[in-house]
């Protein structure tokens, strides 16, 4: 999953704020080539922020744990694209809008023949995770003592495992999976999406100790704006649905 990290002076209103930002890997919400960040999340958090008057300085990629952990000892002012979990409100405020929903499903190899319909269909089976994610508290309990379970340190290593015959099944967000799938050519691999792991929403979130809730209130008022204009469904049709075509 994609982070990004803002590291900004709160001067004058009148002033511009400077933002410096790093984030992760995660096609198609974002993607790094170089020392250029693309993808949705990353197009919609610029678009939002320039019309609060945010400037950016800079962009680095970090691992999406590592940046977890910047949240959490107070080293990132914000971070996206982040799913909502109890334990982040502790140091982090959640806008009260989404970037964007986002469908979480399991893959396999269509030669396995495997499905899935209940979490009993993983019984036994190897399951390939991602430390850090935030998968529901029922499905990570019920993995961690019914499978065997492994963790990896990204989604495209999952990939790569499953394309081997490592691992059973992986569970993966969907859009970012086929972007995966179709990178690295392995069509072999499909997902099972008529019955999902779970619906979730990306959120860009900003840590407590150094951005004041007005500014997330600011940031809530004009993402919500933007997500109704024709310019939100354009990026949307950009970088998602060729993907799932």
Not at 103 to 111: A, I, T
Not at 131 to 158: C, K, M, P, W
Not at 212 to 219: C, G, I, N, T, Y
């Amino acid at each position: 999953m994609a982070a990004i990290l803002a590291s900004f002076s709160v001067a004058a209103t009148a002033q511009r704020l400077s933002l410096g930002v790093i984030c992760d890997r995660w096609p198609p919400y974002q993607i790094v080539e170089g020392n250029q960040i693309s993808g949705f999340s990353a197009e919609i958090v610029k678009m939002v922020f320039e019309r609060m008057n945010i400037e950016f300085v800079s962009m680095k990629a970090y691992p999406w744990n590592r940046a977890i952990k910047m949240m959490g000892n107070g080293t990132a002012d914000a971070l996206f694209s982040a799913n909502y979990t109890k334990d982040r409100t502790e140091f982090a405020y959640y806008p009260k809008g989404t970037i964007v929903d986002s469908p979480w499903v399991m893959w396999v190899r269509k030669e396995s023949g495997l499905k899935f319909e209940s979490l009993n269909d993983l019984i036994g089976k190897r399951v390939g995770m991602v430390r850090g994610y935030s998968y529901t508290s029922d499905f990570r309990d019920f993995i961690r003592t019914h499978t065997l379970f492994e963790e990896v340190a990204s989604d495209e290593q999952n990939f790569r495992k499953l394309n081997g015959g490592r691992v059973h099944y992986i569970v993966a967000e969907l859009r970012n999976g086929a972007h995966i799938v179709r990178s690295l050519g392995f069509d072999g691999i499909i997902p099972l999406d008529k019955d999902p792991v779970k619906f979730d929403g990306l959120y860009l979130i900003f840590n407590k100790r150094n951005v004041p809730r007005s500014l997330v209130d600011q940031f809530s008022v004009e993402l919500g704006k933007l997500k109704q204009e024709p310019v939100y469904k354009a990026l949307y049709e950009k970088y998602f649905l060729l993907q799932l075509n």
